[in-house]
């Protein structure tokens, strides 16, 4: 029973893989959770290549048929469609196609990492959509430790978004990426920050869309049997379950393990 891996420098990437239980509710998922070595977006394209091809060495050790790199910061250094013989979904261009799809031709606003920021990768994916799109990108570099502190609703956090989000929403932006998987928890506040006349996307969904399709199209094996979730960190980080249980709810984790990579 091939599971699909899914892995991220921390919690965040548990956004992804609750869309990914949500459309695929009977496939089988190992989670990696590089909480050892977070955040990647302060980290070189080198370092966090070779943090991805770890990750990626790990979770075909334990048999998954694919590996959803749930991570924006690593999706921005994937070099090809397959990495050790396994298919690879970053979460990069599924993002990009949901926020042309919803733009009304106004400029599109990024919040990610430093990392993804200086990547240009939201750009030049958008931009191949539509070229000479106006596209602001805003490095937010406090959110991770924020989300990771379980702060989403805490008035300091709003106070962040409100400092990172003037520069977008004084461009005009009508659609705003969330950038890094772990920015979905913190979606409300910044949809309530925006307005409603900016629309907030999470390509955690349209990740999660892309990989049933490939399913349902025998690009990738379905699973045979029914399967849960398992979860790998590499390291036994404080609050990281008690936060992870609560993302990912309703769907139960099977086994919390340490991952030695």
Request: proline share 7%.
């Amino acid at each position: 029973m091939a599971a699909i891996g899914v892995f991220d420098s921390g919690i965040g990437g548990l956004t992804v893989l609750r869309a990914l239980k949500q459309m695929l509710p009977d496939e089988p998922f190992v989670y990696l959770g590089d909480t050892a070595r977070l955040p990647y977006g302060s980290k070189s394209p080198r370092t966090i290549r070779n943090y991805l091809h770890q990750n990626v060495a790990f979770l075909e050790s334990l048999g998954v048929k694919a590996v959803v790199v749930a991570c924006n910061t690593a999706s921005s250094v994937l070099e090809g469609d397959d990495l050790h013989g396994l298919p690879l979904y970053g979460v990069i261009q599924p993002g990009a196609q949901a926020a042309m799809a919803a733009s009304q031709g106004g400029a599109v606003g990024v919040l990610a990492t430093r990392a993804t920021v200086a990547s240009s990768a939201y750009r030049h994916a958008l931009e191949r959509l539509q070229p000479g799109l106006q596209v602001v990108e805003q490095a937010c570099p406090l959110l991770v430790p924020l989300v990771e502190e379980g702060w989403a609703d805490d008035p300091v956090t709003e106070t962040v978004l409100q400092r990172y989000l003037s520069e977008p929403l004084a461009t005009g932006v009508d659609t705003l990426i969330l950038g890094c998987t772990h920015y979905p928890v913190l979606k409300h506040v910044v949809q309530r920050l925006a307005g409603p006349g900016v629309t907030v996307i999470d390509s955690a969904q349209t990740t999660a869309q892309v990989v049933k399709n490939d399913i349902m199209r025998g690009r990738l094996a379905a699973t045979t049997r029914p399967g849960g979730i398992d979860v790998f960190t590499t390291d036994l980080a404080p609050g990281f379950r008690e936060l992870g249980t609560r993302i990912l709810a309703p769907y139960p984790i099977d086994s919390w393990s340490l991952a030695d990579l």
